[in-house]
């Protein structure tokens, strides 16, 4: 009897460790996971705002740069990530989240405008469930780079800030090359980055604005 709940006591124990080693790796796990998040978010916002870290900075580098240079405030329900210049007094552009439905999932990015709102300052896609190859290419440097410098006002008599287009000359200069074989993602693009830029003008623009 006494051998039998020797067993038992041992199994008991043996069990209560085991299942407390598992909660203490899936914590640690957890946080781990939740931190390269939150500094793969990071460095998306830090290029968008021209302020690259070196992608093979470790997470403390990224996490230091961030807090130096950009600082999220709310405004009217969405987040705003203002960019300061080194000096830390000068507003060099702000940044905020813009996302839709792709051709086959949501898409997020972050795009950026200048201390006026007058133009893009920079934009990345990050997250996304599109096509490799083809659709997949909204992260490509080509597709993006092509937005930095335009005006986020419509063209006079345009109702939309940019148009995806087929690559090709005589585009307007409001018009941008869409990718090749993806006609839904670069439609779906379109729509929901023209939407998010014309709301943050109407709304989140003129509160910060106001001050």
């Known amino acids: 009897m006494k051998k039998r709940l020797t067993s038992i006591a041992f199994m008991f ?3 209560f460790v085991f299942a407390a080693v ?3 790796v899936k914590v640690y796990n957890e946080e781990r996971i939740q931190t390269n998040q939150q500094v793969k978010l990071q460095r998306i916002i830090l290029k968008v705002l021209g302020m690259p870290v070196n992608e093979k900075a470790p997470n403390r580098e990224v996490i230091q740069a961030f807090e130096k240079r950009v600082k999220p405030v709310e405004v009217k329900g969405q987040t705003l990530y203002i960019g300061y210049a080194e000096d830390g007094r000068k507003i060099t552009g702000y940044a905020f989240p813009v996302s839709g439905a792709g051709f086959w999932g949501p898409v997020y990015g972050m795009v950026s405008v200048d201390p006026e709102a007058s133009r893009i300052l920079g934009i990345a896609f990050y997250r ?3 096509t490799p190859g083809l659709g997949a290419r909204i992260t490509e440097p080509w597709f993006t ?3 930095a ?3 986020v006002f419509p063209v006079e008599g345009d109702k939309k800030i940019f148009y995806l287009k087929p690559a090709g000359p005589g585009k307007g200069p409001n018009e941008l090359d869409a990718i090749t074989g993806a ?3 670069s439609r779906a693009v379109e729509t929901f980055v023209n939407r998010d830029l014309d709301r943050f003008l109407r709304e989140t623009w003129k509160q910060v604005k106001k001050g």
Do not use: D
């Open 149 to 151: 410098g335009l005006p």
């Open 13 to 15: 124990v043996l069990t």
């Open 22 to 24: 598992v909660s203490a």
């Open 128 to 130: 996304h469930s599109e």
């Open 183 to 185: 006609t839904g993602t």
């Open 145 to 147: 780079k092509q937005f």
